[in-house]
Antibody, heavy 117, light 112 residues
């Protein structure tokens, strides 16, 4: 069965760029949409973006100007870049497999990113 | 960012039945899109619990059931057990100019 594993820097300084990766194992990345979702500490879930196997992307309008999602199907790798981060970007970031209308299943275990100087 | 509204908390004694509401809009739940529910324990990732198209992943007890009407959906937990104490989030697709995937505000279920 498919498994997802996020990795990230842990701590990023304000105004810098955050880069995250998600390694997909156990299945191919075809026939699915690959998502990034985040959860600020003690708060709810926020969908960030998805990318299809063929490279079609969609973003949350409020984040679109700062976020780039990409996929490397040869390496089974999903990536996310967030530029000009602020403390408001502090969150646990999850990758998740999805379908066009949802649901998200499975999820990675998440990686905590703290934006602080 | 959440555009689906849930009660912040619900509670019940073991064995009781509790329900969690999820209120959306005409562009999300009201447009006929499925509603998906996730269960999250502290310090762990959310996990798909059940969907309104009655897709219940293997291993999910049939104590969990869902319904949908108009612009709202509900998750019911019958025969509440201590292990059900967790956060629950609803999620749906939204065809408006917001993000295509929207989550609920989340509900903490407490077993008394």
């Amino acid at each position: 069965q498919v498994q997802l594993q996020e990795s990230g820097p842990g701590l990023v300084k304000p105004s810098e760029t955050l880069s995250l990766t998600c390694t997909v194992s156990g299945d191919s990345m075809s026939d699915s949409y690959w998502n990034w979702i985040r959860q600020p500490p003690g708060k709810g879930l926020e969908w960030i973006a998805y990318i299809s196997y063929s490279g079609y992307t969609n973003y949350d309008p409020s984040l679109k100007s700062r976020v780039t999602i990409s996929i490397d199907t040869s390496k089974n790798l999903l990536s996310l870049k967030v530029i000009s981060v602020t403390p408001a970007d502090t969150a646990v970031y999850y990758c998740a497999r999805g379908q066009y209308y949802g649901p998200f299943d499975p999820w990675g275990q998440g990686t905590l990113v703290t934006v602080s100087s | 960012q959440a555009v689906l509204t849930q009660p912040p908390s619900v509670s019940g004694a073991p064995g009781q039945r509790v329900t969690i509401s999820c209120t959306g809009s005409l562009s999300s739940i009201g447009a006929g899109y499925d509603v998906h529910w996730y269960q999250q324990f502290p310090g762990t990732a959310p996990k798909l619990l059940i969907s309104t198209n009655i897709n219940r992943p293997s291993g999910v007890p049939d104590r969990f059931s869902v319904s949908k009407s108009g612009t709202s959906a509900s998750l019911a937990i019958s025969g509440l057990q201590a292990e059900d104490e967790a956060d629950y989030f609803c999620q749906s697709y939204d065809s408006s100019l917001t993000a295509p995937h929207v989550f609920g505000t989340g509900t903490k279920v407490t077993v008394l």
